[in-house]
């Protein structure tokens, strides 16, 4: 059986939190959540008004700091892992993020943080690139970003909602299939044993009614 740790579960009664989607979004949300807390007792359940001057209730940014951020990059470009991109939704950064918000030890190699990685296979399209060997340069480049990453945790969503009939993958879910396991295997094979330990392949359905019964391992 595998470990708590392992299976990266939480402790008992508590909950792991992961935050995204962008840049700015997620730095908004940890300094506001910082700030309030100078402005209450934080060990107080009646979240009475607090001296903001008095720092013997406070606690440091850090604390708000959520378990792991959430990113988009897509597997043929894969902008927004290295370096800053903009999808249309706000900036994606996966590294800034760990820049922003390090490791409260600094002594620590890893940041104390988690990666979520929606990485979009581009359909059906993509996932016969995938298959033919088109975007093996691709999965290099992606295998070399897992293994140098300083996140704690890497959750990668591989073409995350496959049975979205509007993401393209219902049609042929055969490819999607390969294309998953192809991607799998091919970061299995490339990745060091104590980076394998930390990323984890996440088989992410829509889970809506009309989602295709064929989209299954």
């Known amino acids: 059986m595998m470990s708590s740790e392992a299976a990266c579960r939480p402790p008992t009664g508590t909950t792991y939190l992961c935050v995204g989607q962008d840049l700015f979004s997620v730095n908004e949300y940890v300094t506001s959540q910082y700030n309030y807390s100078l402005h209450v007792d934080i060990n107080s359940t009646a979240k009475e008004e607090v001296d903001v001057t008095d720092n013997t209730h406070h606690l440091s940014v850090s604390s708000f700091v ?24 706000g900036i994606q950064y996966a590294d800034g993020l760990l820049d922003l918000f390090p490791s409260i030890d600094q002594s620590q190699t890893a940041a104390s943080a988690g990666l979520q990685i929606g990485l979009w296979l581009n359909g059906t399209e993509g996932c016969l690139s995938i298959c033919e060997g088109d975007l093996d340069n691709q999965i290099e480049q992606l295998i070399t970003y897992l293994e140098n990453s300083r996140a704690s945790k890497i959750f990668l969503r591989l073409g995350y909602e496959f049975d979205n009939p509007s993401f393209g993958y219902s049609d042929h879910p055969d490819l999607y299939i390969l294309a998953f396991q192809k991607i799998v295997s091919d970061c299995r094979k490339g990745l060091s044993a104590e980076a394998q330990a930390r990323v984890m392949f996440v088989w992410h359905s829509w889970g809506a009614p009309m989602a295709s019964a064929k989209l299954k391992l």
């Open 66 to 89: 959520p378990s792991a951020f959430m990113v988009y990059t897509d597997l043929q470009t894969l902008r927004g892992l290295w370096s800053a991109t903009d999808y249309g939704s």
